[in-house]
């Protein structure tokens, strides 16, 4: 955020008059229009049901393009996770795993009921503050 | 001003080094030996005194000691971590493009279960519709009609003016669907909860895998970390791909959560933008106001502040010798 970008918020927001559009263009409005009619009246435009197959064929390959998207979010604090940064935390969350898993499947077991959630809650606390600004970075 | 200091200068000095001369000799002359001879009964009282305030503050500690408390963490929940929101900044609005993605998320998943009452169609339009796309969403849905001649209630389509239809009649049905948990309307979800556009992204995108080691999750809950007591009866519901945004940006879980967040935190705050912008103009007319004032009170106090004040003494008189 420059000071350019600032100062031209500060004028768009002190310009008292300022256009706003609840219609859609003319040009997107017919074209829409034409797309319903030709889905509801199979009579007739034949240039514009042609039009639609070709914009479904490119959304197709868009699709097939981007057929699974990969969320960024698990990657990245598993990266901070394992970072100096909440090394500390990661080496506690994991020893507190090993002895809670191992105190589980002991049958002779006569200790306090233990769980990791807190261990967990710092571990998870550091890792996406950690990632959160890289995170936005990545999304739009 | 340099010329009247300058008259005035001389005596005033001459009284200020009068003053230390006497004030210096006053103390020399008061004996020292009366301070050390304060009676002992003086110094014993005021450290008994000061002995027992400590001790009663110290004795109050010791009884009722520091706050106890009584949640865990898992029971108060994770906070949820701070993103750096761009429409949360002072000069940002909402990004309009991401609320039309939000509120497809919406529809196409939250709709199912969570109602949305407070925003009506026709506040849509401009935002992140057009008015042709608002119509035409609001007579997908049936509303009741005014009675009739015979005083019969009919249906008919949608209008602008119309509420988002909640997906269930009321709250009893919806709790009778949903195992019992009720789910919140949505409309002011953002203003309603602590940590507000925070928590509801955490929340959505901070399912983990499983829970942690020990951790005994309910049947029927799932567990989450930002949600207070980490048993929480919806499931997860955002997968990666699981909308398809017609502006082609990838839809990822984050990316989902992002927009429908923010969609949310428009339908809790949609005069946000005209809010921002209202502050600012504010901001601008009250500083011209504030600078006004300063220059029109220098305006009217010139003749004060520059009055020059001149004591001639009467020449030929001269005055009493000091002692």
Redesign the interface.
């Known amino acids: 955020m420059g000071i350019t970008d600032f100062l031209s918020d500060l004028m768009s927001s002190v310009s008292f008059v300022q256009e706003v559009h609840a219609e859609a263009p003319a040009e997107e409005e017919e074209s829409s229009e034409g797309g319903e009619e030709s889905k509801d009246d199979d009579a007739g435009e034949e240039e514009e049901g042609g039009d639609e197959g070709g914009e479904e064929e490119e959304e197709e390959e868009e699709e097939e393009e981007e057929e699974e998207p990969v969320d960024p979010k698990p990657k990245l604090e598993e990266e901070c996770a394992n970072s100096a940064q909440c090394v500390g935390y990661k080496h506690h969350f994991d020893e507190c795993v090993e002895r809670v898993t191992a105190a589980q499947e002991d049958p002779d077991h006569k200790g306090p009921h233990e769980d990791c959630v807190e261990e967990f809650f710092h571990l998870q606390h550091c890792a996406t503050q950690c990632a959160a600004p890289k995170l936005w970075k990545a999304l739009k | 001003m340099l010329a009247t200091s300058a008259v005035r200068g001389t005596p005033l000095r001459a009284a200020a080094r009068n003053i230390v001369r006497k004030t210096t000799t006053r103390a020399a002359s008061s004996s020292s030996s009366e301070a050390a001879s304060s009676p002992f009964y003086l110094t014993a009282g005021a450290s008994a005194a000061t002995v027992a305030t400590i001790g009663s503050i110290a004795w109050y500690y010791h009884v009722y000691g520091r706050d106890v408390f009584a949640m ?3 029971e108060e929940g ?2 949820p ?4 929101w761009e429409h949360a ?1 002072w ?2 609005t909402f990004d309009h493009a ?1 609320l039309r993605r939000g509120f497809q998320v919406y529809r196409e998943v939250c709709a199912a279960c969570h109602s949305l009452t407070r925003i009506p169609y026709r506040a849509l ?2 935002t992140m519709m ?4 608002a119509k035409a969403l609001a007579e997908e849905n049936e509303y009741d009609t005014e009675p009739n001649d015979e005083g019969e209630i009919e249906k008919r389509p949608g209008k602008l003016s119309d509420y988002i239809p909640a997906p269930y009649k009321n709250d009893e049905a919806a709790r009778a669907a949903n195992n019992g948990a009720l789910p919140p309307d949505l409309s002011l979800m953002v203003k309603a909860r602590h940590g507000g556009c925070n928590y509801i992204f ?1 929340l959505l ?2 399912y ?1 895998e499983e829970p ?5 999750v309910q049947s029927g809950l799932n567990f989450n ?1 930002y949600f207070p007591g ?1 048993g929480i009866a919806m499931a997860r519901v955002l997968y ?2 699981l909308v ?1 945004y017609e502006d ?8 989902m959560a ?1 927009d429908v967040v923010e969609f949310l935190n428009w339908t809790a705050e949609p005069e946000m933008d005209d809010r ?2 209202m502050g ?2 504010v901001l ?1 007319i009250g500083t011209a106001l504030l600078a006004l004032s300063g220059w029109v009170k220098r305006y009217k106090w010139s003749p004060l502040k520059n009055r020059k004040i001149v004591y001639n003494p009467p020449v030929g008189r001269r005055s009493p010798p000091r002692p």
């Open positions: 865990t963490p898992a994770l906070h971590t701070q993103y750096p900044k000069t940002k991401a339009v401009g057009t008015v042709d796309e955490s995108t901070g983990p942690p080691a020990g951790a005994t970390p980490t990666d791909g398809e082609g940006t990838p839809a990822t879980t984050s990316q992002k921002k912008k600012i103009k601008i």
